[in-house]
């Protein structure tokens, strides 16, 4: 079974930076797409930034220039790094990806979420 671990959130005033991580683990083939998604209460889940495994990113506006995906295909792990926060940005930050398993098929998978709050 493919497991999705989180690590990096926690508490930081505006303007600081946290640096998220995600390593994907089990019976992996192939690693497609991976990224982060956020959510707070009352809101539906968001598309925060993914990126494919040629590198191609995609962010959602309000975090371009500030937020920067990146991932490590030898350590099957992907990255979120988070500047200049806003407390706007608080939310539950979920890891997820998309990857090919040994019987051809695709599936998608989540982390549990990390927690991010931003402090004004």
């Known amino acids: 079974q493919v497991q999705l671990v989180e690590s990096g959130g926690g508490l930081v005033q505006a303007g600081g930076s946290l640096r998220l991580s995600c390593a994907a683990s089990?019976?992996?083939?192939?690693?497609?797409?991976m990224g982060w998604y956020r959510q707070t209460p009352g809101k539906q889940r968001e598309l925060v930034a993914d990126?494919?495994?040629?590198?191609?990113?995609n962010y959602v506006d309000s975090v371009k220039g500030r937020f920067t995906i990146s991932r490590d295909n030898a350590k099957n792990t992907v990255y979120l790094q988070m500047n200049s926060l806003k407390p706007e940005d608080t939310a539950v930050y979920y890891c997820?990806?998309?990857?090919?398993?040994?019987?051809?098929?695709?599936?998608?998978?989540w982390g549990q979420g990390t927690q991010v709050t931003v402090s004004s």
């Open positions: 997820n990806a998309v990857l090919l398993r040994a019987d051809g098929k695709l599936h998608d998978y």
């Open positions: 089990g019976s992996i083939f192939i690693l497609n797409t």
């Open positions: 990126i494919r495994r040629s590198g191609s990113t």
